[in-house]
């Protein structure tokens, strides 16, 4: 599986964003999804995923929850992340993630197979 990001941006506090993750290769439906960031001199981190198939489950950080919404699209092999209320601790590069498994693990980057290049989000004041 190929994962492909864009959609990232530089915006102003308080905008928002959808940010875009495109597979190829192979079907991302039996694939559990996820998003990533890194901003500088800091670790990644773990955004929000969202289960595999229908995508019904899905789990996101704290800091994430109320503001961004991940959905996913298999007809398209596409899984969108869209953020509102953006704030300037939200800039950093986003990664997107697919993972063969099938459960609550959405928050370790380690449980995931496949990885995007990542997309640029910058939020200024």
């Known amino acids: 599986v190929q994962l492909q990001a864009s959609g990232g941006g530089s915006v102003q506090v308080g905008d928002s964003l959808r940010v875009s993750c495109v597979a190829s290769?192979?079907?991302?439906?039996?694939?559990?999804m996820g998003w990533f960031r890194q901003a500088p001199n800091k670790e990644r981190e773990f955004v929000a995923g969202?289960?595999?198939?229908?995508?019904?489950?899905?789990m996101y950080a704290d800091f994430a929850r109320d503001r961004f919404t991940i959905s996913r699209d298999n007809a398209e092999n596409t899984v969108y992340l869209l953020m509102n209320s953006l704030r300037p601790e939200d800039t950093a590069v986003y990664y997107c993630?697919?993972?063969?498994?099938?459960?609550?693990?959405?928050?370790?980057?380690?449980?995931?197979?496949?990885w995007g290049q990542g997309t640029q989000v910058t939020v200024s004041s």
């Open positions: 993630a697919a993972g063969a498994f099938n459960g609550p693990y959405y928050r370790g980057s380690n449980y995931y197979d496949y």
């Open positions: 290769g192979r079907t991302i439906e039996y694939y559990s």
């Open positions: 969202i289960s595999l198939m229908s995508g019904d489950t899905t």
